[in-house]
């Protein structure tokens, strides 16, 4: 049998080999990991649509802007026995709080829509949450129900609105056909 020796000095050139080794080994490991865990994670969607056996469909509005015709929109509704969701604005609410009772005694279901109507694409959490809390207490103090659906202005979203609106207990629901303004413009 043969004895292999070794000085201090080859040791030391073995140890630092071998632990250059591990490090790039962890390092390959690691930056794998990472690539296969950020390809195959999916984007964050909002609903856009829900199978139902039946032929009906949600009609959802926007709400942030006037009020000119709330009365008329809610006699359509009921004139062809029809019920709406209303995405609406926290400034909506402070500016025509009779009106968000209005649709809401109705039978409308009103929903949260942010409470200052921001571009929400790339927003900071905290803002967002700010901002989505502040809109569902305008519209809980006039209904007396916590609205569990948001609408983002704009129809932004990214992964983080997406989930952190669900950590909020909320879902996020898109539109998947879009009307046409009485003026012939597209709604936005």
Same mark, same amino acid.
């Given at each position: 049998m043969?004895?292999?020796?070794?000085?201090? +000095?080859?040791?030391?050139r073995?140890?630092?080999?071998?632990?250059?080794?591990?490090?790039?080994?962890?390092?390959?490991?690691?930056?794998?990991?990472?690539?296969?865990?950020?390809?195959?994670?999916?984007?964050?969607?909002?609903?856009?649509?829900?199978?139902?056996?039946?032929k009906?469909?949600a009609?959802?509005?926007?709400v942030?802007?006037e009020?000119?015709?709330?009365q008329?929109?809610?006699?359509i509704?009921?004139?062809?026995?029809?019920?709406a969701?209303?995405f609406?604005t926290?400034?909506w609410?402070?500016?025509?709080?009779d009106d968000?009772?209005?649709?809401?005694?109705?039978?409308?279901?009103?929903?949260?829509?942010? =409470?200052q109507?921001?571009?929400?694409?790339g927003?900071?959490?905290n803002d967002l949450?700010n =901002?989505t809390k502040?809109?569902?207490?305008?519209?809980?103090?006039i209904?007396?129900?916590e609205p569990?659906l948001?609408?983002?202005?704009?129809?932004e979203?990214?992964?983080?609105l997406?989930?952190?609106?669900?950590?909020?207990?909320?879902?996020?629901?898109?539109? =998947?056909?879009?009307g046409? =303004?009485?003026?012939g +413009?597209?709604?936005?």
């Amino acid at each position: 049998m043969r004895a292999i020796t070794f000085t201090k +000095k080859q040791i030391k050139r073995i140890a630092a080999a071998a632990g250059l080794a591990v490090v790039t080994a962890a390092v390959g490991i690691t930056a794998a990991v990472t690539s296969v865990g950020s390809h195959a994670k999916q984007r964050q969607l909002p609903i856009y649509s829900v199978e139902r056996g039946d032929k009906k469909i949600a009609l959802t509005f926007d709400v942030a802007w006037e009020n000119s015709n709330t009365q008329e929109l809610i006699d359509i509704l009921k004139e062809n026995n029809a019920k709406a969701t209303f995405f609406i604005t926290g400034d909506w609410c402070d500016r025509y709080p009779d009106d968000v009772k209005a649709f809401f005694d109705a039978g409308h279901e009103i929903e949260n829509h942010s =409470d200052q109507h921001p571009h929400v694409e790339g927003i900071k959490v905290n803002d967002l949450i700010n =901002d989505t809390k502040e809109c569902s207490r305008k519209i809980k103090m006039i209904t007396g129900e916590e609205p569990t659906l948001y609408r983002a202005p704009y129809g932004e979203f990214d992964d983080n609105l997406i989930t952190t609106l669900d950590g909020m207990g909320m879902k996020v629901i898109q539109w =998947d056909v879009e009307g046409i =303004d009485t003026d012939g +413009k597209r709604c936005k």
